[in-house]
């Protein structure tokens, strides 16, 4: 105990940041020797982990990409290692993508989301984007802090402008047909459908936008673009080269694909709106691009999204 006590004492002095709790009668000691830890996620978690340490904040990560390159951030062992030793734990957006891992672009099947609960306690604050129900509720339960960038309005509106714009970059790269001269179509009118209609509105010949609801496709009409009711797909979407879907339903199945031009090109910013299998059989070309912000616009969306960590633990004085 003489030896535990000690190290203690050492660490207290060094970090003057630890935690103590008492378990079956003996004092366990747990010293939280960095400001952040940061686990899976894609390349803006691995700006923010750079950011973060410039901006002279101790942080751990564990299983980042590749890109960091600064050797003041150390590399934990495990998400235990990574989760026990710091203040605030940043996951990425979304959180999970199959409620069991936590998302990574390295593909890591064991980044368990039992075990990231299983470290978290009430000293700490969780920073993560599209949180699911039963994640909340558990830190709810155990007095965890826990904040949803997705759930931040500025930032909901910012991501939507980088899918939009990447979005885009992505048809032009993928498709031998000028935007120019073609018609477009945009399935969905919330904050993405409004903002790749937007930015379209000056490369396509034409933009359409396909909606179930009236409001939308009034709005749509007002907006300068033309507008027809989801139950029309299958008879106007051979008018398209270009198509982006929005909506996260299956949305392009088999019968709407059987539809499609041999000339036209899918994007799908959902994981099941497109019947992927369909489109190979038909030769359609077709792709289906999820969090593209972290793939094109990471550097300025890690920027935004510590902008908003950092906003948040001052404001709750956290930090």
Do not use: W
């Not at 409620?99 to 990574?104: K, L």
Request: aromatic content about 10%; glycine content about 4%.
């Amino acid at each position: 105990m003489n030896i535990l006590y000690a190290f203690y004492f050492l660490v207290t002095i060094k970090y003057k940041k630890t935690y103590s709790y008492i378990k079956s009668d003996f004092l366990e000691v747990v010293s939280l020797l960095f400001d952040f830890s940061i686990i899976g996620g894609d390349d803006r978690l691995s700006y923010m982990a750079n950011n973060l340490s410039d901006m002279n904040f101790s942080v751990v990560t564990y299983k980042t990409t590749s890109k960091i390159n600064d050797q003041k951030i150390k590399q934990a062992t495990s998400i235990k290692d990574a989760v026990i030793t710091s203040k605030n734990i940043i996951c990425p957006i979304p959180l999970t993508r199959d409620g069991i891992s936590i998302t990574n672009k390295l593909k890591i099947c064991n980044l368990s989301i039992l075990e990231l609960q299983n470290n978290l306690n009430s000293s700490q604050n969780f920073f993560a984007g599209c949180i699911p129900k039963e994640f909340v509720k558990f830190t709810n339960e155990k007095n965890i802090f826990i904040y949803d960038y997705m759930q931040n309005n500025s930032f909901s509106i910012y991501n939507s402008i980088a899918t939009a714009e990447a979005a885009i970059a992505e048809a032009i790269l993928n498709n031998s047909i000028n935007m120019h001269s073609s018609n477009c179509l945009v399935l969905g009118f919330g904050k993405c459908g409004k903002l790749i209609a937007h930015k379209l509105k000056n490369l396509c010949k034409t933009v359409t936008i396909c909606a179930r609801n009236e409001n939308d496709r009034a709005f749509a009409n007002a907006y300068g673009y033309e507008s027809f009711n989801l139950n029309k797909l299958k008879t106007n979407i051979n008018n398209f080269e270009y198509i982006f879907n929005t909506i996260p339903a299956m949305i392009l199945n088999k019968e709407i694909i059987g539809n499609i031009s041999k000339n036209s090109f899918i994007l799908d910013i959902t994981p099941i709106g497109t019947d992927i299998n369909a489109c190979k059989e038909k030769s359609i070309n077709a792709k289906i691009s999820l969090a593209i912000p972290g793939k094109f616009k990471a550097k300025s969306s890690a920027e935004a999204l510590i902008n908003i960590t950092l906003k948040i633990l001052k404001k709750t004085k956290k930090i």
